[in-house]
C-alpha cells in the first residue's frame, strides 16, 4: 500500500528508511556548532588554501601529479575532499552573503555523507539479501555504526569515503556477477571514476582494489566448477594462516600486547575493539561466517552453484544461485580482513561492509532458529537485546556525567517516538479508536525491527559519547578534541592583526584547530600537509632534490621518501632554545620570521613547554607584555 498526497507517492518502508536518515541528521546537528577532530584540521587548513589559490599559486605543496593524491613529501593528504570542502565553503558563504562559514560547510558536508552513506548500503543490501527487514537492518547497520557516526558527526573525513566506494565497487562487483562474465565498457569506465575519488580522497583507496581482483577470480572459478568446494574449504584455514601472519607483521605493541600472547587474550581484544567501532551488530558475525562456510561447501545438492549466463535471458533478482554467487565472492574477504585486522582502525574503514554483511547474515541464522521453535522468543529477543544493553551501559559507564547519559537518553527516545509514529502510521488501517487492536503479526514484526534498530542506535551513540566524554570535557583545551572557546577568541583577536609572519604555538592540537579554522600561519612541529611550502620555509627544488621513489614506501602508500629532516622540526629545536632577551638569539628569532608566539600560562607537568628557554625568557624580559590573554593562554608579539 502507498500513501497519495498530492502527486508524492510514499512507500510504507520507505518511510522507515527516511526515519533513519533524519535520525542520522540529527546526529551532527546535536553538537553543532562545535568542530571535532584532529586530522580533520588539517583538512581545513588545506581547503582555505585550495580557497586561498593554492591550485595556481607559486606557494603551494601541489608541486607534481603524485601531490594531487597525497603521494608526494609534504602532500600527505590528497585533495578531493579539501577541494570539495572549499566549494562547499564558498558556496554557502556566497548564497547567505557572509553568514555561514567553515561550521555550516562541515555540517553540509556530513548531511551530504549520510545521505550517500545511505543509498549506497540500501542498493548493496537490496542485491543481497531477500527480506526486506534484513535490509533494512543492513542500511541501519552501517548508517548507525560508531566508526560512521564518529565520522559525520561535525568533522571532516577523508576515510569514510573509503567505507562508501568499498560499498559502491561490493555492489557493482555483484551484479556483474548476477549479469555474467560480460563487462561493458560503461562498467568499466564508471569502475575507473570510483577508484579515482577513491584515490583523491585517502591513501587507502588501494586496498579497495581487492574486489577487481576478488571479481576475477570468482569469474574464473565459475569455468571450473570442480574447483568451486575446495576453494570454499580453503579459504578458513588461509584466513587462519594470514591471521597469525599479520599478528607477527604489525603486532599489538601500541595496544600492549607483546608476540607471544595467547590467542584467547588477542582474541577477547579484537572482539572488543571491533565491538565497540562496528556495533552491536558484530556479536552475529561469528554465526554469519561459520554457517555461510557450512552451507556453501557442504549443504547443496547441486555442485553447479553458479547460475548458467550463456543463455540471453534476464535472470530473476536474488535467487538462491545469484545469493550464493554473491556469498561466495563476499567470503574471499576474509582473508585481506584478517591479515589487516590488526591495523584494527583501517581494517575496520575498508572492510566495514564486509564485516556489516556477515553479521546481518548471522542475526537471519540466528532469527530463523530461535523462530523454530518459539515464535514468541523470535520478537522478544530484540527487546531483550536491547534492555540488556541499556542495563550494561548504564553500569559501565556509571562514573560518566549525568549530562552525557541524559542527552543520549534523550536522543534514543526522541528516535523511539520517530520510529513508533511511522510504525502507526503504517497501521492506522488495523486501529480501533474505540479499543486499540493492531494486527498481531504486523504488531510483532514492527515491534522487532524498531527494537533491533533502537539496540544499533543506543549501542553508537553511548559509544560515541563515553569515547568523546574524556576529550571534550577536560579544563584543559589542549586536552580536549574540538574548537573550544578560548582558541576562537584567539582567532578573532589574531584575524584582526596584520600578520606578516609566523605564529608559534606550543601545543600541536592547539596550533592545527586555530591555524586549520582560522586559516592562520600556525606551526608547532613536523606536519606532513603542504604548510612548509605554502608558507616559504622550503621550495619546491629543494623537496625534488631530496626525494626518492622507494618500494618500501609501498608499505607507508605512498611511492616516495624525503631524505632530509622535516624543515619545521629543525626550526622548533633551534627555536626551544633561544633566549630573546640575547641580541642574536632574538635577532635568529626575526630571521625565522615568527611574528607571534602563542603559550600557556602554567606549567602543569614537569619538562612541560613552558619550560623551554624560548618561553622562560619570554616571561622573564622585562620588554615583552602578552598582547592578548584568555584564562589558558597567552599571545605574545616579537615585532
Do not use: C
Amino acid at each position: 500500500m502507498n500513501y497519495r498526497f498530492k502527486k508524492i507517492t510514499i512507500k510504507k518502508t520507505s518511510l522507515y528508511y527516511l526515519v533513519l536518515v533524519l535520525v542520522a541528521i540529527i546526529i551532527p546537528l546535536t553538537t553543532y556548532p562545535l568542530i571535532y577532530g584532529v586530522d580533520a584540521f588539517q583538512v581545513m587548513w588545506m581547503a582555505n588554501a585550495l580557497r586561498d589559490g593554492a591550485l595556481f599559486s607559486d606557494n603551494t605543496w601541489l608541486i607534481s601529479p603524485f601531490s594531487y593524491f597525497g603521494y608526494y613529501p609534504f602532500s600527505h593528504r590528497a585533495v578531493g575532499v579539501p577541494m570539495f570542502l572549499a566549494f562547499l565553503i564558498s558556496l554557502l558563504n556566497f548564497f547567505s552573503f557572509g553568514i555561514f562559514g567553515i561550521t555550516e560547510a562541515i555540517l553540509a558536508f556530513d548531511i551530504i555523507l549520510i545521505i550517500i552513506i545511505y543509498k549506497s548500503s540500501r542498493n548493496l543490501g537490496n542485491r543481497l539479501f531477500e527480506e526486506e527487514w534484513s535490509r533494512f537492518v543492513f542500511v541501519a547497520a552501517i548508517l548507525l555504526s560508531p566508526n560512521a557516526i564518529q565520522d559525520f558527526a561535525m568533522t571532516v573525513s577523508t576515510r569514510i569515503i573509503i567505507t562508501i566506494v568499498m560499498l559502491v565497487l561490493l555492489n557493482l562487483n555483484l551484479k556483474i556477477l548476477q549479469k555474467g562474465a560480460k563487462i561493458k565498457f560503461k562498467t568499466t569506465i564508471f569502475v575507473i571514476l570510483i577508484l579515482l575519488v577513491g584515490a583523491l580522497a585517502h591513501r587507502l583507496w588501494m586496498n579497495t582494489v581487492i574486489t577487481i581482483i576478488f571479481i576475477i577470480f570468482t569469474l574464473l572459478i565459475r569455468k571450473y566448477k570442480k574447483l568451486y568446494h575446495l576453494s570454499v574449504f580453503l579459504i578458513i584455514p588461509l584466513s587462519i594462516l594470514v591471521f597469525f601472519f599479520g599478528f607477527e607483521f604489525f603486532g599489538l605493541d601500541r595496544y600492549g600486547y607483546s608476540s607471544d600472547a595467547n590467542f584467547i587474550d588477542i582474541s577477547i581484544f579484537l572482539s572488543l575493539y571491533y565491538g565497540y567501532a562496528v556495533g552491536l551488530i558484530t556479536i552475529f558475525f561469528p554465526f554469519g561466517v561459520l554457517i555461510t562456510v557450512y552451507k556453501l561447501t557442504f549443504t547443496f545438492d547441486n555442485f553447479n552453484l553458479f547460475f548458467k549466463s550463456k543463455k540471453k535471458k534476464i535472470q530473476p533478482t536474488n535467487t538462491s544461485h545469484e545469493l550464493t554467487d554473491s556469498f561466495y565472492y563476499l567470503l574471499l574477504f576474509l582473508i585481506p580482513l584478517l591479515f589487516f585486522v590488526f591495523t584494527t582502525f583501517y581494517a575496520i574503514v575498508v572492510f566495514l561492509p564486509i564485516i556489516i554483511i556477515f553479521s546481518v547474515q548471522g542475526l537471519i541464522y540466528v532469527k530463523n532458529y530461535i523462530s523454530s521453535f518459539s515464535k514468541k522468543l523470535e520478537w522478544i529477543f530484540p527487546i531483550l537485546l536491547l534492555f540488556s544493553l541499556m542495563g550494561y551501559y548504564l553500569l559501565r559507564f556509571e562514573f560518566y556525567s549525568k549530562i552525557v547519559l541524559w542527552g543520549a537518553f534523550l536522543f534514543l527516545l526522541v528516535s523511539l517516538i520517530l520510529f513508533l509514529s511511522v510504525f502507526t502510521v503504517n497501521n492506522y488501517n488495523n486501529l480501533n479508536f474505540s479499543r486499540v487492536s493492531f494486527d498481531p503479526h504486523k504488531l510483532k514484526k514492527g515491534v522487532w525491527i524498531i527494537a533491533l534498530t533502537i539496540s544499533i542506535l543506543a549501542n553508537s551513540v553511548i559509544n560515541l559519547e563515553t569515547g568523546r566524554f574524556d576529550r571534550s570535557n577536560s579544563p584543559y583545551p589542549w586536552e580536549n578534541r574540538y574548537l573550544t572557546d578560548e582558541e576562537i577568541e584567539i582567532i578573532e583577536y589574531l584575524q584582526n592583526e596584520d600578520i606578516d609572519g609566523l605564529i608559534f604555538v606550543s601545543n600541536r592540537y592547539i596550533s592545527e584547530r586555530i591555524g586549520g579554522v582560522g586559516f592562520l600561519p600556525t606551526f608547532s612541529g613536523p606536519v606532513e600537509i603542504g604548510l612548509p611550502l605554502f608558507y616559504g620555509l622550503i621550495t619546491p627544488n629543494y623537496v625534488y632534490e631530496n626525494t626518492k621513489f622507494s618500494l618500501d614506501a609501498l608499505l607507508r602508500f605512498t611511492f616516495f621518501n624525503f631524505t632530509q629532516t622535516d624543515p619545521i622540526n629543525e626550526l622548533i629545536i633551534s627555536i626551544r632554545e633561544l633566549d630573546v632577551r640575547e641580541g642574536n638569539d632574538f635577532n635568529t628569532l626575526l630571521s625565522y620570521n615568527v611574528q607571534y608566539i602563542i603559550t600557556i600560562k602554567e606549567t602543569f607537568e614537569p619538562g612541560g613547554v613552558n619550560n623551554w628557554p624560548l618561553i622562560q625568557s619570554l616571561q622573564q624580559s622585562e620588554s615583552y607584555e602578552p598582547v592578548f590573554a584568555t584564562h589558558h593562554f597567552l599571545i605574545w608579539k616579537i615585532y
